[in-house]
């Protein structure tokens, strides 16, 4: 009997290993199909080299190979600060401010002067025009004072945690309330001013109120700086191009890109580089880098003398670095880069093409590594903006409100 038992035991402690060892070898030998199966970039890099331009099956297959060895995810919702969740009452007040020219001194322009939604929430210049100007987008002109740089598209601001082109405010609270103040651009003069104006306005009153008072008595003792700034910010977290050709091939849905965008896609994560620093879903890696970007678009022009980041930390070593941009809807906010140097898409392929600044001569001090000569040929260039485009937002534009509160013309004259 204790025999039999002893026996049993050692029975099922050899069967018990056996089953282990089986498990083992099974998992291991899954593990090893699975690692097998999925290519690296580099790896589908070197095949793309021999697959014919018009299969379609063969680059769908490598495009789909690259997002899965880059394990990209699709878009989340944008963090909001615990301080101010985007509680329809902000995001409502924060959307008419932004349209409200009641912020500038003058009282003709508005964030939506420079931020526009015909111009993908930029402008569609070079650079900026700020006070003394008018108009809205490209139209803008006149006599006004021309800003130092290029106006950033605030789609997906959200999902920065680093705003303008220098990095230098690291919140959207933080940044709403510079243009403002800016001399040149909104020009007000006070905090002082800029609060009575408002707290004038029964509206004002009331919107405040209901979006940052407990049980308020809407006097207008809402009203101050710091939730001018929230409740703008709050209305940007709101701006996001989520439905892309792109984002839609994400999900699965292999229809949506073109073959020229899917060879495209394949050189834009691996011979171009791009996703190094434009990395997916949002196309930024939340930091800064200097490309050597020149101060014209002619070949042999000169450095940009911008310092960029350099300014901001104070140190050598982050002269002209800039933040890198979000890509989506990239197609409608052109001219390009921090100075707005690059009137097309097509321009900055070339100057990447070219190895950035230092591939043109130049002698930049802090050249991001990532940034040299990519050899790509005329085809891999046309087929990179293909898959640029791909990046456009299939969504309607934001809408201007009917009127603001304080009764002026909507986003200014
Ligand atoms: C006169 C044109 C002009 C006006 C008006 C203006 N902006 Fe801007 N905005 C710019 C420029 C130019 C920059 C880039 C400045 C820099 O990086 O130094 C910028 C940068 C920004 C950024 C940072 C985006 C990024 O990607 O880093 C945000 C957010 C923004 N503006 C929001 C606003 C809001 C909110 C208002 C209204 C309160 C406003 N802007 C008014 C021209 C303007
Ligand atoms: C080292 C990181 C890095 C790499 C690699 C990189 N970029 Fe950029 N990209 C940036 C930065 C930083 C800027 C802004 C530079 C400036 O304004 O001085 C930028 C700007 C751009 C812009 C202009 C965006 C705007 O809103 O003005 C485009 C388009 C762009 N990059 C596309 C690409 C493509 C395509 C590739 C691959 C061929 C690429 N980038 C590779 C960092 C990078």
Redo the contacts with the bound molecule.
């Keep these: 009997m204790t025999n039999n038992l002893s026996q049993t035991i050692k029975l099922l402690v050899v069967a018990g290993f056996a089953v282990c060892l089986a498990a083992g070898g099974f998992y291991a030998y899954r593990h090893y199909r699975a690692s097998g199966a999925v290519l690296t970039t580099a790896e589908i890099t070197t095949l793309a080299k021999n697959v014919a331009l018009e299969d379609r099956a063969e680059w769908l297959r490598l495009a789909r190979g690259v997002l899965a060895a880059e394990a990209v995810s699709p878009l989340a919702s944008p963090r909001e600060p615990v301080n101010n969740r985007g509680e329809a009452t902000r995001v409502e007040l924060g959307y008419l401010l932004?349209f409200d020219p009641i912020?500038s001194a003058d009282k003709t322009?508005s964030?939506a002067?420079?931020?526009h939604p015909d111009y993908g929430m930029a402008d569609g210049l070079p650079k900026?025009?700020?006070v003394g100007g008018h108009g809205y987008g490209a139209q803008r002109a006149g006599t006004g004072r021309v800003?130092s740089?290029?106006?950033?598209s605030?789609f997906n601001?959200a999902f920065?945690s680093i705003?303008?082109?220098?990095g230098r405010a690291g919140s959207?609270e933080e940044?709403?309330l510079e243009?403002?103040f800016n001399e040149d651009?909104?020009a007000q003069p006070s905090a002082a001013e800029l609060l009575k104006r408002l707290r004038a306005i029964p509206r004002y009153r009331e919107l405040f109120g209901k979006a940052f008072g407990f049980n308020s008595k809407q006097d207008g003792s809402e009203i101050n700086l710091q939730n001018v700034a929230r409740a703008?910010a709050a209305y940007?977290r709101k701006l996001n191009v989520t439905d892309t050709s792109y984002d839609f091939f994400v999900k699965g849905q292999d229809e949506r890109l073109t073959t020229e965008q899917l060879r495209g896609l394949v050189v834009f994560f691996g011979q171009g580089q791009c996703a190094t620093c434009h990395i997916p879903p949002h196309f930024h890696d939340d930091a800064v880098a200097a490309l050597g970007v020149p101060a014209t678009a002619a070949k042999g022009a000169p450095l940009d003398a911008d310092p960029g980041f350099g300014a901001v930390l104070r140190r050598q070593d982050g002269f002209g670095a800039f933040?890198t941009?979000g890509l989506r809807n990239i197609e409608r906010t052109a001219p390009y880069m921090h100075n707005g140097v690059f009137a097309t898409l097509e321009e900055v392929i070339e100057f990447y093409n070219d190895g950035g600044g230092r591939g043109r001569g130049l002698d930049v001090y802090a050249q991001d590594a990532k940034v040299a000569k990519l050899d790509l040929n005329e085809q891999q260039k046309k087929d990179l903006l293909a898959f640029l485009k791909s990046l456009n937002d299939l969504a309607p534009a934001p809408k201007a409100p009917e009127s603001v509160p304080s009764s002026l013309p909507v986003g200014g004259k």
């Design positions: 932004f912020l322009m964030c002067s420079c931020h900026g025009v700020g800003l740089r290029n106006t950033p605030i601001a920065s705003q303008f082109w220098d959207l940044q709403a243009p403002i651009e909104m703008l940007e933040k941009p």
